[in-house]
């Protein structure tokens, strides 16, 4: 009987204890609920006083759209090509047995640069010199007796037609060994010279490249309906890269006889004087046409453009109830020239455009507009800018 008592106390007491544990965890659910219930309410109105409060107005600068006068120009990839140059090789094989130049070196007209063993060859000029005066001897002598009428005319003939083949082997023997000698054909700075003292080397081998760099011709090509805006005296501007503060000019000298049937392109060939020697045959740049004709471009500084991937928009000014706001507004470009960009569609002349303070700005926002500094209302064109089609 006191173990079954014992047993019902002691049941009875964790009854009641667990009823204060769910009282407990009761109240502490209510208030922690309490604790976040009004800190999301003073969030609200928080946030509501925020967005009743009125946003100052963005300060930014502004330029006028406007019509202006801009040259029409064509562009191409031109490369340069030198009005002398060419790959220098032996016409005979043998031995190098003389080198007399560098690579780089710049050289004078009929330098010599090379010499190939030439014993063989002088033996066969000292042979045909030698038997060239036994010839010339044998001929007087005939000649002498034909006068006296002691040798008959015939005689005289094949003495005659032996010295003059004679002569004919002197000269062919020379020419041998002229061929052992590789001399500069004019003027010009050589290459990398790519043979060695000793070395064996056959017809066609190349020795080194010679260029006259002072002159230059500029090749590029152009669409066939672009012909007839085109001739020969055009100025041409040129830029290069890696030479951007410095300009190139030049002017057009020919244009090609025919269209290519595959690309219906047609070649053009300026010519650019180099005096300062920075641009090499092989070199590539952009060549640009400018036409005599000028048109009539709006226009605003290129800073006021921001070119996201699904095209370029812009902010211009508007009145709304008597203050200024934005308006982003696509647009379609055109060319550049000297820091502005031609618009061609979304905007009429006289509107204000936002040149600076654009990060801040969104559809319909106020702004202020502050005096803009004279570098973005008049852009000065950069190295790398230029006229583009």
């Not at 004919?168 to 002229?178: E, G, K, N, T, Y």
């Amino acid at each position: 009987m006191l173990n079954i008592k014992t047993v019902k106390i002691m049941s009875s007491r964790k009854s009641g204890l667990s009823k204060r544990l769910l009282v407990v965890l009761s109240l502490v659910i209510v208030v922690y609920g309490g604790v976040i219930g009004f800190s999301r309410y003073m969030g609200g109105r928080f946030l509501a006083a925020m967005a009743s409060t009125p946003r100052p107005p963005v300060s930014v600068s502004v330029a006028k759209a406007q019509m202006v006068m801009w040259p029409q120009t064509l562009s191409a990839v031109a490369s340069f090509k030198s009005i002398q140059g060419a790959s220098l090789s032996p016409q005979s094989a043998g031995t190098v047995t003389g080198l007399f130049f560098d690579s780089g070196d710049v050289v004078k007209k009929n330098q010599l640069l090379l010499q190939i063993n030439d014993n063989v060859a002088r033996a066969q000029l000292a042979s045909a010199q030698a038997r060239l005066t036994n010839t010339k001897q044998a001929r007087d002598r005939q000649r002498n007796l034909t006068k006296r009428k002691l040798t008959s005319a015939a005689t005289l003939d094949q003495t005659v037609a032996d010295f003059r083949e004679a002569q004919a082997a002197v000269q062919q023997a020379r020419a041998a060994l002229a061929d052992l000698q590789l001399r500069a054909p004019f003027d010009g700075h050589l290459g990398i010279r790519e043979v060695a003292l000793g070395q064996y080397i056959a017809p066609g081998t190349i020795v080194t490249d010679i260029e006259q760099w002072d002159l230059l011709r500029v090749i590029f090509s152009l669409p066939q309906r672009e012909i007839m805006r085109i001739k020969i005296g055009d100025q041409v501007h040129l830029r290069v890269d890696g030479l951007t503060k410095k300009d190139f000019n030049g002017k057009i000298s020919a244009i090609d006889a025919s269209v290519d049937p595959r690309t219906r392109d047609v070649r053009i060939e300026a010519r650019i004087n180099n005096p300062d020697e920075l641009l090499r045959s092989g070199m590539y740049g952009v060549a640009k046409i400018i036409l005599k004709q000028d048109k009539q471009i709006l226009a605003i500084p290129q800073i006021a453009i921001t070119f996201k991937s699904y095209g370029a928009y812009l902010y211009v000014i508007k009145q709304q109830q008597g203050v200024d706001v934005v308006e982003a507004r696509s647009v379609q470009t055109g060319r550049l020239h000297q820091g502005y960009i031609a618009i061609t569609h979304g905007l009429k002349v006289g509107e204000q455009v936002v040149i600076a303070g654009q990060v801040k700005l969104h559809n319909g926002a106020k702004v202020q507009i502050v005096p803009a500094p004279e570098t973005l209302i008049h852009p000065q064109p950069s190295s790398r800018q230029g006229l583009n089609h």
